[in-house]
């Protein structure tokens, strides 16, 4: 099982707003990522989780807040978002960050996310 | 710094008809090669990688591809498209830059399986 969950799979908010998006992974893998995505465009690394720990903070705004509870468990708090923080946010998970390099990533549905 | 590029924007064919999406790269070292497909309004799928061994790498739905070190490319063939191979694909570098463990992705190729 190569699962990946994300919810929810649509999101609208206000500029003012605050939400979460949830990541769900239950293939004992200890990195998890999100990525953001533009229509038709590859995704942008933004905050990278080893063994629950915060490895990797992509120079993202401090209004997305990364969260890992637990090693199944990836959250991204959102906060007074723009506009043009609209896109397909991803999740993924891969068995480990380690340097041999083979590991796949495998990436969750998306959560796809319209702020007004 | 490692990178792929996918020159193509979009690639049309034919049902029936063969189908290759090219991808170069250009690494430092050996390269970690992959490569994702994503249907409209889904998240990415994985399909293949190659890490070492044989050059023609088999992966899912059908695809394979073939490391070829020579003209550094990792193009992604199917012997006979389908409507429903209509998608983005993405080829994926492994970026050891910075000492940090990234994906470093092309562009994307639109593929438009024509029935």
């Known amino acids: 099982d190569t699962e990946v969950t994300q919810t929810p799979k649509h999101l609208v908010m206000g500029m003012t707003n605050k939400k979460s998006l949830k990541c769900e992974q239950h293939?004992?893998?200890?990195?998890m990522y999100w990525y953001k995505q533009k229509a038709k465009k590859p995704p942008e690394l933004m905050f990278v989780?080893?063994?629950?720990?915060?490895?990797i903070n992509e120079s993202v705004p401090s209004r997305f807040s990364p969260e890992c509870p637990n090693s199944s468990l990836l959250n991204l708090h959102l906060h007074a978002l723009q506009p043009e923080d609209s896109a397909l946010y991803l999740c993924?998970?891969?068995?480990?960050?380690?340097?041999?390099?083979?590991?796949?990533?495998?990436f969750g549905p998306g959560t796809r996310l319209l702020v007004l | 710094a490692q990178s792929v590029a996918q020159p193509e924007d979009q690639v049309n064919v034919a049902e029936g008809n063969p189908l290759t999406v090219k991808c170069t790269y250009s690494?430092?070292?050996?390269?970690?090669l992959f490569w994702y497909v994503q249907y409209p309004n889904r998240g990415l799928q994985f399909l293949l990688k190659?890490?070492?061994?044989?050059?023609l790498v088999k992966g899912s739905y059908g695809f394979e591809a073939e490391f070829n070190k020579s003209q550094t490319s990792f193009h992604l063939k199917k012997p006979s498209a389908l409507v429903s191979d209509s998608a983005l694909y993405f080829c994926?570098?492994?970026?050891?830059?910075?000492?940090?463990?990234?994906?470093?992705f092309g562009k994307g190729n639109q593929v438009v399986v024509i029935p």
């Open positions: 293939m004992g893998h200890r990195a």
């Open positions: 690494v430092s070292g050996n390269p970690y």
């Open positions: 994926a570098v492994r970026d050891f830059s910075y000492g940090n463990n990234r994906l470093a």
């Open positions: 993924a998970s891969s068995q480990d960050t380690g340097l041999a390099g083979g590991e796949t990533q495998y």
């Open positions: 190659y890490i070492t061994g044989d050059n």
């Open positions: 989780y080893s063994y629950e720990k915060l490895s």
